[in-house]
T-cell receptor, first 113, second 117 residues
């Protein structure tokens, strides 16, 4: 069974700090990875995707991928209370042409004002 | 460009009734996915469809659940003879595959919250 593992949290950080969210995956065939944010009672919204080893930055968000270690992370700089949400890591399965996506259970983030 | 649309947003059924959930993908998207989310849990893949074809239904229970994506109209997830354990949020997502694209970005609808009494 291919899996995506995340620490369920909650992760609590003070406003202005860096929040670090981590994810590991078991399918070596996965080529791309997605981070979604989900506010309570709402649907997931895509915030970043990454498919190359290394870092990818977009505003206050940085995604990091290490395929050798099967590890992907999301850093949120200058965390704001509005960043408080559940963050879902997702990995398309390689043997399905990338179309069947496995989601982690999510990490709950609280940013304290 | 309208996003993924789902209806109804909330659905209440009594045990034994049928539930029909509808999903209209984003314009230009030909791939539809259904996920189920129980309270305080992650998204569980149920089924992946393209127009008129079920591509992967490995996450869907073998009994009582079915899905379709007809040539015309929305995708429908159908749950027959609902039980209390079917109470959950059901999300639909859609995507498109562009030539040479190696990743699959999915966009989610607002979800249907099913409550079984």
């Amino acid at each position: 069974q291919k899996e995506v593992e995340q620490n369920s949290g909650p992760l609590s950080v003070p406003e202005g700090a860096i929040a670090s969210l981590n994810c590991t995956y078991s399918d070596r065939g996965s080529q791309s990875f997605f981070w979604y944010r989900q506010y309570s009672g709402k649907s997931p919204e895509l915030i970043m995707f990454i498919y190359s080893n290394g870092d990818k930055e977009d505003g206050r968000f940085t995604a990091q991928l290490n395929k050798a270690s099967q590890y992907v992370s999301l850093l949120i700089r200058d965390s704001q209370p509005s960043d408080s949400a559940t963050y879902l890591c997702a990995a398309p399965q390689g043997d399905t042409g990338g179309f069947k996506t496995i989601f982690g259970a999510g990490t709950r983030l609280f940013v304290k004002a | 460009n309208a996003g993924v649309m789902q209806n109804p947003r909330h659905l209440v059924r009594r045990r034994g009734q049928e539930a029909r959930l509808r999903c209209s993908p984003m314009k230009g998207h030909s791939h539809v996915y259904w996920y189920r989310q129980l309270p305080e849990e992650g998204l569980k893949f149920m089924v992946y469809l393209q127009k008129e074809n079920i591509i992967d239904e490995s996450g869907m229970p073998k009994e009582r659940f079915s899905a379709e994506f007809p040539k015309e109209g929305p995708s429908i997830l159908r749950i027959q003879q609902v039980v209390r354990g079917d109470s959950a949020a059901y999300f639909c997502a859609s995507s498109q595959r562009l030539a040479g694209q190696s990743y699959n970005e999915q966009f989610f609808g607002p979800g249907t919250r099913l409550t079984v009494l």
